[in-house]
């Protein structure tokens, strides 16, 4: 199968084709993902919860979601790879949000940029695609 991208995905929608997204946050996982012939692979906050002991997902950090980030990164060949952007960048403002998708989109290798809420704060969404990072929203 070819490399899934954005225009990718938004062909599929144009034609009426659903896209096949699954949750993961390891090496394995995204590898069998793969194998099995989902779209993207998203890697959600929730691994502050389910993983790490977080009482709930809005505390996991910047830091910690890069790791995973990084993880799924390394197995993704042909996969479309989005990262939640961690509680608390959006509420700070266009600076601190801008400065974490940079980490998450360079560090991290995420393709796209999942923000909840992003409804609450397009002039975030309009400063994040203005400056080339996409959201998935």
Sequence with gaps: MDQVTIPVLQQMKREGKKSIGVVAWDFPTTR????????????????GANLLGHDNPLQVTLDEILVFCKAVRRAAQRVLVSCDMPYGYLQEGVDSVMKAAVRIIKEGGADMIKLDAAADFPEIVRHMTKAGIPVFA
Excluded at 39 to 45: E, M, Q, T
Aim: negative net charge; proline residues 0%.
């Design 32 to 47: 069998f993902a793969e194998m099995a012939g989902v779209d993207f692979v998203s890697i959600g906050d929730s691994v």
